[in-house]
C-alpha cells in the first residue's frame, strides 16, 4: 500500500499548480480536487473501521479540511491517511474483521487494504486523465487488486489493463464493456467453534503447491481433499468461472486458531437453483463433529442465499463417516450418481 500512495503521490506532485477544481476527474462525476479528497477519506475511513473494529457500519465520523488547503495539501493529507492505514494494518490480528458493504458485509486487513491500494490506482488514474498526465502503476498491484478484489474477473497478461476494464474505465480485447461493477471482499461463515474462512485465488494456488495457502494447519493438514479443492479454485479462476461465495473455505478452530480443514462447493449453483457441496478434515480433527457443525453452517448460509433451491451431496458407499456427517447434517438420501451414494438438502 505504502507503494501504491508513494508512487501516486509522485505523479501528481507534478501538477500541484495547476487548477484541480472544475476540472473533470475522467470518467467521474467529481472533479479531480474532489476525487483527490476522496481518497484521502477513505484512507482514513478504512483505517478507523480496522481500528474501532467497526461491526455493523461505518465508524460515524469524516475527514475535514482546512480552508485553503491547496493542491499540494491534499497530497500530504493522503499521505498521512495511507500511513494511518498502513499503520493500523500492521496492527490488527490477522483473524479481525470489520464492516464494508460489499457484498458479504465485512473484510480483514487484507481486504481493506486491497479496496485502498484500489482507490488509490483507480482514482490517480482518473485524476491524471483530467489533468492530461500520464500514470500506470506497478503492474503486481493491479494484478494483486484483481486477485483479491475480482475474483471473479478471468486474469489477463496485462493486469493494469484488465483492472481498468474491470471497473468500467477502459476496453479490453474480446470481453464486453463494463457499466457496472462492485469488488468483492471474500465472505465468512461462522458457527460454534469453527470459522469457515473463503479462500482467495492466490491462498488456493499456494495450497494447491503444497503451501499452507497462509493459514495455520493443525500438524497433518491439509489433508488431500482440501488440496484437491483448492486446485480446482486455480482453474475455475483462471477460466473466469469463479466466485468467492462458491468456493473453497478453510475450517478455522476459534480456540487456537487452527485450520482443520476444508469445505465448499463444486461451483456456482447450476439453472435449477442446484449447488454440489464437499469436505475434508485432517485425520487429526476428525471425530470430533467438526465436519458436522461447519456442514450445518455452511448449508444454512448457502441455502439462505438468493435462487439456491437445492445443496447436493455425493459420497462413496464405502465412506460410512461422511455419510453420517451429512445425515446428522440434515441432509436426506437422494439420487444416486456414477457409484456414488446422494444426499441432498432443500430450504
Given at each position: 500500500?505504502?507503494?501504491?500512495?508513494?508512487?501516486?503521490?509522485a505523479v501528481l506532485r507534478t501538477?500541484?499548480?495547476?487548477?484541480?477544481?472544475?476540472?473533470?476527474?475522467?470518467?467521474?462525476?467529481?472533479?479531480?480536487?474532489?476525487?483527490?479528497?476522496?481518497?484521502?477519506?477513505?484512507?482514513?475511513?478504512?483505517?478507523?473501521?480496522l481500528a474501532g473494529r467497526a461491526g455493523s457500519a461505518y465508524v460515524p465520523f469524516e475527514i475535514t479540511l482546512d480552508e485553503g488547503t491547496g493542491n499540494a495539501d491534499v497530497l500530504d493529507v493522503i499521505v498521512t491517511t495511507g500511513?494511518?492505514?498502513?499503520?493500523?494494518?500492521r496492527t490488527t490480528p490477522a483473524d479481525v474483521r470489520a464492516f464494508h458493504p460489499y457484498p458479504f458485509r465485512g473484510a480483514d486487513r487484507e481486504g481493506f487494504t486491497a479496496m485502498a491500494v484500489a482507490e488509490m490506482l483507480l482514482h490517480t488514474h482518473d485524476i491524471t486523465a483530467g489533468l492530461g498526465?500520464?500514470?500506470?502503476?506497478?503492474?503486481?498491484?493491479?494484478?494483486?487488486?484483481?486477485?483479491?478484489?475480482?475474483?471473479?474477473?478471468?486474469?489477463?497478461?496485462?493486469p493494469w489493463p484488465t483492472l481498468l476494464w474491470a471497473t468500467g474505465r477502459g476496453e479490453l480485447p474480446g470481453r464486453a464493456p463494463v457499466s457496472g461493477w462492485r469488488w468483492v471482499n471474500p465472505p465468512e461463515v461462522a458457527a460454534d467453534r469453527l470459522v469457515l474462512r473463503s479462500v482467495v485465488p492466490a491462498a488456493a494456488r499456494d495450497l494447491?503447491?503444497?503451501?499452507?495457502?497462509?493459514?495455520?494447519?493443525?500438524e497433518d493438514g491439509p489433508w488431500r481433499g482440501t488440496r484437491e479443492a483448492a486446485g480446482m479454485t486455480v482453474k475455475a479462476y483462471e477460466s473466469g468461472v469463479h466466485r468467492a461465495e462458491w468456493g473453497l473455505f478453510v475450517l478455522v478452530r476459534r480456540e487456537d486458531g487452527r485450520a482443520v480443514g476444508g469445505m465448499g462447493f463444486h461451483g456456482a449453483p447450476d439453472e435449477d437453483g442446484c449447488a454440489e457441496v464437499g469436505y475434508d478434515l485432517a485425520p487429526s480433527?476428525?471425530?470430533?463433529?467438526?465436519?458436522?457443525?461447519?456442514?450445518?453452517?455452511?448449508?444454512?448460509?448457502?441455502?439462505?442465499?438468493?435462487?439456491?433451491?437445492?445443496?447436493?451431496?455425493?459420497?462413496?458407499?464405502d465412506n460410512g463417516p461422511s455419510q453420517r456427517v451429512v445425515t446428522?447434517?440434515?441432509y436426506l438420501p437422494a439420487q444416486d450418481a456414477d457409484g456414488l451414494l446422494g444426499f441432498e438438502l432443500l430450504p
Open positions: 500500500m505504502e507503494r501504491a500512495v508513494a508512487d501516486a503521490v501538477a500541484v499548480d495547476r487548477e484541480w477544481d472544475g476540472v473533470p476527474a475522467g470518467r467521474l462525476e467529481w472533479d479531480c480536487r474532489q476525487t483527490a479528497e476522496h481518497v484521502a477519506g477513505d484512507l482514513l475511513a478504512y483505517a478507523g473501521q500511513a494511518l492505514l498502513a499503520a493500523t494494518v498526465l500520464s500514470y500506470e502503476p506497478p503492474a503486481e498491484l493491479a494484478a494483486g487488486v484483481l486477485e483479491r478484489l475480482f475474483p471473479h474477473v478471468r486474469p489477463a497478461d496485462a494447491a503447491a503444497g503451501g499452507d495457502g497462509g493459514f495455520r494447519w493443525v480433527a476428525r471425530g470430533r463433529g467438526y465436519a458436522t457443525e461447519a456442514l450445518r453452517a455452511l448449508s444454512a448460509w448457502a441455502l439462505a442465499r438468493d435462487g439456491v433451491r437445492r445443496l447436493i451431496a455425493l459420497i462413496e458407499p446428522r447434517a440434515g
